[in-house]
């Protein structure tokens, strides 16, 4: 079982420079986010989507895009790299809530990518 | 406003008892987690609570209190393989952009065991 795919795991680019991270999960999840982690700020919600071809802002959208024109891949792309982009990337899926109280419908991660902006 | 804490790191000693703290002020409660993160890796799942109480797996536990807006995860018989952060994260009752909630992320508690 795959579950939640991230590539590449390690980039360095240089400024100015644009990539796409991709996420790929197997478990027919409706939802699916990219997360940042960076030293003493815990992991910040960058931007989501509910389900295949919607996206939203999260907590630090700026300089990022999304796209998820398939349900089991959800793009996080960067245009043009800033140093301040220097950081751990984790994409993350998650199951739809059907109300049932005990179920935690809680996320799966995948096992990040690391990037550094020179 | 919607914050998480919980201590930025412990210490404790294989084979003890040791009790990481997160209180949480949200827009409603809909679910409280526990998630492990060793170092370079993914967070992994540990626990959920949703309702009040202790939740009891194997050596890990975790406690709810929804009125103190307090949780807790206990974790017995330390081994030196507990050495991670551990991340406490909410998700809020009410509509976050339509998202139905996502989880907010505490800034993660390091906890070393030493031998």
């Known amino acids: 079982n795959a579950g939640v795919t991230q590539t590449p795991k390690f980039r360095v680019l240089k400024t100015g420079q644009s990539m796409t991270l991709l996420c790929a999960q197997d478990?027919?999840?409706?939802?699916m986010y990219w997360y940042r982690q960076d030293p003493g700020m815990g992991l910040r919600l960058i931007h989501y989507s509910v389900g295949e071809g919607t996206t939203a802002k999260g907590e630090v959208p700026d300089g990022y895009n999304v796209s998820r024109l398939k349900k089991q891949n959800f793009l996080l792309g960067l245009e043009s790299a800033a140093p301040s982009q220097t950081s751990v990337y984790f994409c993350?899926?998650?199951?739809?809530?059907?109300?049932?109280?005990?179920?935690?419908?809680?996320?799966?991660f995948g096992s990040g990518t690391r990037l550094t902006v020179v | 406003g919607q914050n998480i804490d919980q201590p930025t790191e412990m210490t404790a000693t294989e084979g003890a008892i040791v009790q990481i703290n997160c209180t949480y002020q949200?827009?409603?409660?809909?679910?409280l987690f526990w998630y492990q993160q060793h170092a370079g890796e993914a967070p992994t799942f540990l626990s959920y609570n949703v309702l009040d109480g202790l939740e009891e797996k194997g050596r890990f536990s975790s406690f709810l209190s929804r009125s103190k807006g307090y949780s807790y995860l206990l974790l017995k018989e330390l081994q030196m393989k507990d050495s991670a952060s551990y991340l406490c994260a909410v998700r809020p009752l009410t509509y976050y952009g339509g998202s139905q909630g996502n989880l907010i992320f505490g800034k993660g508690t390091k906890l070393s065991v030493k031998p």
């Open positions: 949200t827009s409603g409660f809909n679910g």
């Open positions: 993350a899926s998650s199951p739809l809530r059907t109300g049932v109280l005990r179920t935690n419908y809680g996320y799966t």
């Open positions: 478990m027919n999840h409706e939802y």
